[in-house]
Structure formats: C-alpha cells, structure tokens
C-alpha cells in the first residue's frame, strides 16, 4: 500500500533556529512529492518536486528529494515565530492525476 | 473572489441532521477536489470533478456522502443522516489545470462537530 511518513510529528524550537523536516516515501510509480503549510485550516502550497537533487528555494525556505532512498525534506533557516504552522508532505503517483497521498503532517512551533 | 470560499466556516449538528457544505473555487479552476481532514491527520481524499463532471467518488466513505458540481463552478458536499465519526474539517481545493494536481488551492475548511 502506498504511503508517506513525515517525521518527527512535532517539532518546538525557539526563534532563530534551523529546522529540517521529513518526508519519506513508499509509493508505486512516483511522479511528484509536494510541500503544504498549514496555518489554522487551509493548506498553502510551497513546492513541488519531481527530480532528485535539485533544491528548491523560497526565501527561508527550501526543500530537496531524493528518488534513490525515497525521502525529501524541508528545511527552514533563522526561524520565526510565523513559521509556526504544520507542514504536510504529499506525493502523486504516476497513475493518477490527481489523487495525492498524503503524510499526516509535522507540527512546527516556533518558540520567541 | 481571489481565493477558494467554503461556507459555513463552522457547523455543529445533531447526529440524523443532514448537512450540506459549499465550496466556492477560484473562477476558472477546472479541477474541484473535497477532503476530509481529522485531527492530527492529512487530507483524506473524497471526491475529484473536472468541470462539471464527477470523474472520481472513491473516497466518499458511505452513500450517505453526495458531492455535486452542476455548472462546473460552486460544489456542494452534503452528509445525510449525520455520525459523529462524521466530524471532521471537510477542506475543498481548486486547480487550474484539468490533469495536474501540482499546484492546489484550499479554501479555509469547513469544521463540521457532530453531537
């Protein structure tokens, strides 16, 4: 069965810190993985990647995968506390157009 | 509007109440998906319409959940008969593209408490 695994289910640091968050991957056919924030209620895109080793970058934010050992992850520099959110990974399978499987999400708390 | 509406932000019902949730997606958004989201969970998928068209109802998880898109604009998902397992943000999401669930829009979620 397909599935991705986000890990560590939750994450607290304070203001200023690094984070690396993880998403790993077990899924027939893969053709792309895709990161959400999720602030309150409504997830808001941050990447998508389909090729392995190529960074992605939005300001503090950035993300890379890797297609041999299945897993991808996001990383947030100099922290602040409107980073404060849970990240939810997401990958779609070659399959299907539009049925994503998704992880259930870290919780990332930033601490002032 | 700019941005995906759903309404009502917040339904409580009784268990037997039937409901019914409205999603409203960004204008020219072919794709209209609903997901089920409970708490500390992902998005669970229920439904996929391109246009107006119902193309997937997989992951409705019983007949008492209909989902329609008549005019290929505003969605609807109603819930007969309501469980309380039923309760659960209830989000919708919209994309540009018919065939690429690259790049989805949320709307805020409809948080939906049966009792």
């Known amino acids: 069965e397909d599935k991705v695994v986000q890990s560590p289910l939750s994450l607290v640091v304070h203001e200023g810190d690094t984070v690396t968050l993880n998403c790993s991957y077990e899924v027939t056919n893969f053709r792309s993985l895709l990161w959400y924030k999720q602030e309150k209620k409504a997830p808001t895109f941050l990447f998508m990647l389909t090729s392995s080793g190529i960074e992605k970058k939005s300001g503090r934010l950035s993300s890379i995968l890797d297609k041999k050992e299945l897993f991808s992850i996001l990383n947030i520099t100099a922290t602040q506390t409107g980073d404060s959110a849970i990240y939810l990974c997401?990958?779609?399978?070659?399959?299907?157009?539009?049925?994503?499987?998704w992880g259930a999400g870290t919780k990332l708390i930033i601490k002032p | 509007g700019a941005g995906v509406s759903q309404s009502p932000r917040y339904k409580v019902a009784k268990r037997g109440q039937d409901v019914a949730l409205r999603c409203d997606p960004i204008?020219?958004?072919?794709?209209l998906f609903w997901y089920q989201q409970a708490l500390g969970q992902g998005p669970e998928f229920l439904t996929y319409f391109q246009n107006e068209a119902q193309l997937d109802k997989s992951g409705l998880p019983s007949d008492r959940f209909f989902a329609e898109r008549p005019e290929g604009s505003v969605s609807t998902l109603k819930i007969q008969r309501t469980q309380q397992e039923d309760s659960a943000v209830y989000l919708c999401?919209?994309?540009?593209?018919?065939?690429?669930?690259?790049?989805?829009?949320f709307g805020e979620g409809s948080r939906l408490t049966v009792l």
């Open positions: 999401a919209s994309s540009l593209r018919g065939s690429k669930a690259g790049e989805l829009f």
């Open positions: 997401a990958v779609l399978p070659m399959d299907s157009n539009y049925q994503l499987i």
């Open positions: 204008s020219g958004h072919v794709s």
